[in-house]
């Protein structure tokens, strides 16, 4: 007989931290205070959920992950607004866009998520070399068992 | 909206801060010198509006599975996709 059995494997750790995006996302300026969860069942997809508001959230993926030789050129200025001192201060997240049913999903490589390891201050940067990449570079996937 | 003429090298100050200079006029291009303190974003619009669509697609709600990634094989050490933070580590 089949039933909805306890599971014998203990529970995934689930790892947060708080992200502050002091101009937040480009459309959502309003919303500064996210928790970048790490939950190891959804690697390599990370959530950034409005602080909060746990029905608000975004999905996220190291982008290097999928395009190796990506090589985002963030402003000088966007650079000094985080206080970068080396190119390993930065954390780089890229926002997924899940289809319907998760049966595709795409990743925004014009726009990603510079945070600053150290402090935990990000932006969304629209890089200078923005017109090599697509808004929608697309993620191989598989639908998500259920 | 506020129109106002402008030769070159001459400026438009916004709210005491934000400093707009036309650079050079080529033809139909206008190069303007934009000088803004950090905290005021400054971008071209079309792509400003591109990047906000995207996000407003991506926002989920409600939150179902996530997908699974089929990753390249071949891949020598990947390196951690667990975007975990310093300040989040003991």
Known sequence: ????????????????????????????????????????????????QVKGDAS??????????????????????????????????????NIV???KQGQAATMNLKGPIVINRNTGIGKQVVIANASEYSVQHPLLVSEAAG | MLILSRKTSESIVIDGRIHVKIVRVEGEVVKIGIEAPSDVPVHRQE???EIQRNNQQALVRPIGPLPKLVQPKNKTAAPSASPALKSARP
Do not use: W
């Not at chain 1, 999905?59 to 970068?84: E, T």
């Open chain 1, 1 to 48: 007989m089949k039933c909805n059995c306890i599971e014998t494997e203990p529970p995934a750790v689930v790892a947060a931290s708080n992200v502050r995006l002091p101009m937040g996302l480009l459309g959502f300026e309003q919303m500064k205070d996210y928790l970048l969860i790490a939950n190891p069942e959804e690697e390599p997809f990370g959530r950034l």
């Open chain 1, 56 to 93: 608000l959230c975004f999905v996220v993926i190291n982008p290097f992950l999928i395009a190796p030789d990506y090589h985002p050129d963030i402003p000088q200025a966007d650079v000094d607004f985080l206080g970068l001192k080396n190119p390993e201060d930065a954390l780089l997240l």
């Open chain 1, 97 to 99: 866009t899940v289809q």
């Open chain 2, 47 to 49: 792509i400003y509006e």
